[in-house]
């Protein structure tokens, strides 16, 4: 079992819908969560990080973590097609290590 | 220009072949990293060096070495390159008390 799991997807919705993106871990040790932003052919860049459990909320995207069945979720609000990436969460190990998910593919579509 | 630059942006080799994977930053980070990812796998990382004199090995180094050349530079080397190392090579870099990584570009590699 992967440490970090998560849905590849592709996830295609229409511009406005609300997203969830979701991911599980194993090692709850570590309760520092992070997800990163990847645009076709660049680098993934950090939109959200979060520490143990509840939410953080930036503008039109929450990031959720639910110790109790070791869950974390994205959600974006009101979708734009800017926001078709790929959306990768991540959990840092100690040590500033981190463990990355396979990354979903979201497509919003105008 | 970038903060973190990795050259070359693609490259095409043969079997056997010595590749190497150039990394620089201008964000002052001492720590760096070198990653892969592969779709379906996600990011995976090769190594990582928390200060010039440091170099650790991450979960998948076989295959792989590295030289910290300076607190700017980390190169990644395959010496005999074999088409399962094709991937998506990232370069990254963090500050040691924030555990954010702030990637280069990215740098293709296909082996034949």
């Known amino acids: 079992q992967k440490e970090v799991e998560q849905d590849p997807g592709p996830l295609s919705v229409p511009e406005g819908a609300i997203v969830s993106l979701n991911c599980t871990y194993s090692?709850?040790?570590?309760?520092?969560f992070m997800w990163y932003r990847q645009y076709s052919r660049k680098g993934p860049e950090l939109l959200m990080y979060t520490y143990s459990s509840g939410n953080k909320e930036d503008g039109r995207f929450t990031a959720q973590v639910d110790k109790s069945s070791k869950y974390i979720s994205l959600f974006i609000r009101d979708s734009q097609p800017s926001d078709s990436a790929t959306y990768l969460c991540a959990q840092e190990t100690g040590g500033f290590k981190t463990i990355f998910g396979a990354g979903t593919r979201l497509f919003v579509k105008a | 220009d970038a903060d973190v630059t990795q050259t070359p942006r693609n490259r095409i080799t043969k079997t056997g072949k010595r590749i190497m994977l150039e990394c620089s930053q201008t964000k002052g980070h001492d720590r760096m990293y070198w990653y892969r990812q592969d779709p379906g796998l996600g990011l995976r990382l090769i190594y990582y060096s928390f200060d010039v004199k440091d170099i650790n090995k991450g979960e998948i180094s076989d295959g792989y070495s590295v030289s910290r050349q300076a607190q700017a530079k980390f190169s990644l080397s395959l010496e005999s390159a074999i088409p399962n190392q094709t991937a998506l090579y990232f370069c990254a870099t963090s500050v040691a008390d924030n555990g954010e990584l702030f990637f280069g570009e990215g740098s293709r590699l296909t082996v034949l």
């Open positions: 090692n709850s040790a570590f309760q520092y």
